[in-house]
């Protein structure tokens, strides 16, 4: 039992990691694409 619980815990850990990172990335992508949109606005007054 207590195997079968650590390998879960490990498996959790795991995911959680990986949707931060995945999140964090797509903050970055979200954050250049309003930077461009920005610009452009600037560039078109």
Known sequence: MKK???VL???I???GLTACN???GFGR???RGGEKI???A???K
């Open 29 to 31: 992508d979200v954050e």
């Open 13 to 15: 850990v795991t995911v």
């Open 22 to 24: 995945t999140m964090s």
């Open 38 to 40: 920005q610009g452009s």
């Open 4 to 6: 079968i619980i650590s």
């Open 42 to 44: 600037e560039r078109n």
């Open 9 to 11: 815990s490990v498996l």
